[in-house]
C-alpha cells in the first residue's frame, strides 16, 4: 500500500474515493462542510433524509455528488463530537477502510487524519491509518489453493492532514509503513504451521532477511550448543527429531564501538508441552510459540528498512518442544550454560529453559540492554488479558520507556512485579532451581526465573502470550509487539 500526504481542501483532491466524518445528530465535519458547499448542500440533503446520523462506524457510499471531482464520496460516522478520541478514531477508520477495501478502486483519499481528536495526535492518527490499512488487507490463507486471486485493489491512499507540517508527518508515514512490513512478517510466520515453520526455517528466513537488507545473519546449529554448554536449550530440543538452531541477525547501523541494542525472541515452533503434554483443545496455537522470535525478525526488518542509526542484535533460540523416546522427562536435572543446574519439573515450562541459555549468550555482547519477548505464560493471559502484555524490569527507567514505546505504538505493555519474594518459588531440593514456581503468580515466577540469568546487564522481559495471536474465528496472529520494539528503537535513536 502507497501513502502520501497532503494538506489541501477537500473539494480539490480528486480521487476514486473521498472520504469524510459526520459527527453524530448528522453533523458535518469541517471538510464536510467545505464539500457541502461545493456540492451545493447536496450533502445536507442527504443527511437530512437520516440515512446517515454520524453514529460510530456506520458508513454511507454516494455516487456522483454533484460538482465534486471524485466519482465517490463515503461518508463515514464518527460518534459524538465532543467524545471523538483515538479509540472512536480507529473504530471510524477501521470502518472507511472496509468499505474502500469492498469498492473496485484503486486510490481514495481519507479526510478522517485530519479530525483532531481529544487525547491522540496528529502523528498518532497518521501511524494508526497506515498500520490499519495494512491490516485490513492482510491475507492470512496464503496457503489456500486459490491465494492468488487477488482480492483488494485499493493501492493508494491520500491521507489529509489539517496541520501544516508535511514533512514530520512523512517521517511518520514512512515509519509506520516500516513497522507495518515488520508486522506482515512476524504475522506470516507465526501463522504458517509447525511442518513448514520449523527451527531450521526460521533460520533460512533470517538468512534471507540478511540477503535482502544489510543485516549479519549466523547461525550455530546442536554440536555449538553443545560447545558452548547451552544444556537447558538442549534438553528441550532432544525429544524433537527437528535439529534446533540458535539464530543471531544483526543490523549495525550504529557506531562501530557503540554498545548493542539486544532483542531476545523464544522460538519455539511448536510446544506439545513435551512428556508434560498439553490438553488437546487448541493445542494447534502452540505453532504460535515462536511468535517472540517472529517479532524479533520483524523488528530487525523495520531497523533495516528504517536505516536506524543503532547496532541492533536479534538472538532467537529455535525449537520444538515434543515427547519422542529420548525426549527430556518431569525430575530430570540439566545444567545451563550459565553452569547453574535446573530440575525441569515440568517439561512445558521449556520457554525459559531455552531463553536462560540465550540470555547467558547475550552476555557477549556487552549490550547496553537486552529485551526478551516470549510467549511465556497461560498466566500471563489470565492477568492481563489480551490488550497488554506482561512487561518485566528491575530497572524502573526501562520499564517507563517500554510503557511509554507501548502507549504511543498502540501496542501496550503493563508493568508486572519482579519482587524476590517471588524468588523463593523456584527452589529445588535437588538443583539450583526448578523450572516452575506453582500455579500462584505464573508469570511473575517466569520472570523471576529469566532474572536469574540477566544480572549483567539492562534487562527487561515482554510476556507476549496474550497479545501475540487471537484465537477463536479471527484466528491470527498480530504482529505484535513489532510496534512497540521499534518505537523503543526509534526512541534510542533520537535520544543519541
Ligand atoms: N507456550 C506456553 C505458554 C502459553 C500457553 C501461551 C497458552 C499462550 C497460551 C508455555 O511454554 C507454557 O506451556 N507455559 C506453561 C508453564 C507452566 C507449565 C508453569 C503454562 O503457562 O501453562
Ligand atoms: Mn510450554
Ligand atoms: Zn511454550
Request: aromatic share 6%; with cysteine; proline share 3%.
Amino acid at each position: 500500500m502507497e501513502f502520501n500526504i497532503k494538506n489541501t481542501t477537500a473539494d480539490k483532491q480528486r480521487a476514486a474515493c473521498t472520504v469524510i466524518g459526520v459527527y453524530e445528530s448528522a453533523q458535518l465535519s469541517a471538510t464536510g462542510e467545505l464539500l457541502d458547499s461545493t456540492s451545493l448542500g447536496y450533502l445536507s440533503e442527504i443527511l437530512a433524509t437520516g440515512d446517515m446520523q454520524g453514529k460510530i462506524g456506520s458508513t454511507l457510499l454516494l455516487h456522483k455528488v454533484p460538482l465534486i471531482t471524485s466519482p465517490r464520496v463515503l461518508l463515514v460516522g464518527l460518534g459524538k463530537a465532543d467524545e471523538f478520541n483515538g479509540k472512536a478514531f480507529l473504530t471510524a477508520v477501521n470502518a472507511a477502510l472496509s468499505a474502500l477495501n469492498k469498492l473496485n478502486i484503486s486510490n481514495a483519499a481519507l479526510y478522517l487524519t485530519s479530525e483532531i481528536t481529544t487525547d491522540q495526535n496528529q502523528a498518532w492518527q497518521l501511524e494508526q491509518t497506515v498500520i490499519a490499512a495494512h491490516a485490513q488487507q492482510y491475507q492470512p490463507g496464503k496457503l489456500k489453493s486459490n491465494a492468488h486471486e487477488k482480492t483488494h485493489t485499493l493501492k493508494k491512499i491520500t491521507l489529509i492532514i489539517s496541520d501544516k507540517s508535511l514533512k514530520s508527518a512523512e517521517i511518520t508515514i514512512s515509519n509506520a509503513s516500516a513497522i507495518a512490513k515488520g508486522m506482515t512478517l512476524a504475522q506470516d510466520l507465526g501463522n504458517l504451521p509447525g511442518n513448514i515453520c520449523t527451527p531450521s526455517y526460521l533460520a533460512e528466513q533470517a538468512k534471507s532477511l540478511a540477503k535482502t537488507y544489510p543485516l549479519k545473519c549466523e547461525i550455530l546449529d546442536r554440536k555449538d550448543m553443545e560447545k558452548l554448554g547451552m544444556g537447558a536449550l538442549l534438553a528441550v530440543a532432544q525429544g524433537s527429531a527437528e535439529p534446533p538452531k540458535f539464530i543471531i541477525l544483526r543490523h549495525n547501523g550504529g557506531n562501530k564501538n557503540d554498545q548493542p541494542i539486544v532483542l531476545v525472541g523464544k522460538g519455539i515452533t511448536f510446544d506439545s508441552g513435551g512428556i508434560s503434554i498439553k490438553p488437546g483443545a487448541e493445542m494447534d496455537e502452540m505453532k504460535y510459540d515462536m511468535c517472540g522470535a517472529a517479532s524479533v525478525l520483524g523488528t530487525l526488518l523495520a531497523a533495516a528498512e528504517l536505516k536506524l542509526a543503532l547496532n541492533v542484535i536479534g538472538v532467537i533460540p529455535a525449537s520444538e518442544n515434543l515427547p519422542d523416546g529420548m525426549a527430556v522427562k518431569p525430575g530430570d536435572i540439566v545444567k545451563s550454560m550459565a553452569g547453574l543446574t535446573i530440575e525441569i519439573l515440568n517439561t512445558d515450562a521449556e520457554g525459559r529453559l531455552v531463553l536462560c541459555d540465550a540470555l547467558t549468550y547475550v552476555e557477549r555482547f556487552e549490550p547496553e540492554v537486552v529485551i526478551d519477548v516470549a510467549t511465556l505464560t497461560g498466566a500471563c493471559v489470565i492477568a492481563l488479558g489480551q490488550h497488554a502484555s506482561g512487561l518485566y524490569s528491575s530497572s524502573d527507567e526501562l520499564a517507563a520507556e517500554i510503557t511509554a514505546a507501548g502507549t504511543t505504538s498502540h501496542d501496550r505493555a503493563w508493568r508486572m512485579p519482579l519482587w524476590d519474594d517471588y524468588q523463593a518459588q523456584l527452589d529445588s531440593n535437588f538443583a539450583d532451581m526448578g523450572n516452575i514456581g506453582g500455579r500462584a503468580g505464573g508469570s511473575i515466577t517466569a520472570a523471576c526465573f529469566l532474572a536469574r540469568f540477566t544480572k549483567k546487564y539492562n534487562w527487561a522481559h515482554l510476556d507476549i502470550a496474550g497479545t501475540a495471536w487471537k484465537s477463536g474465528k479471527d484466528k491470527g496472529s498480530t504482529g505484535r509487539p513489532v510496534p512497540l520494539l521499534t518505537h523503543f528503537l526509534l526512541g534510542r535513536v533520537s535520544k543519541k
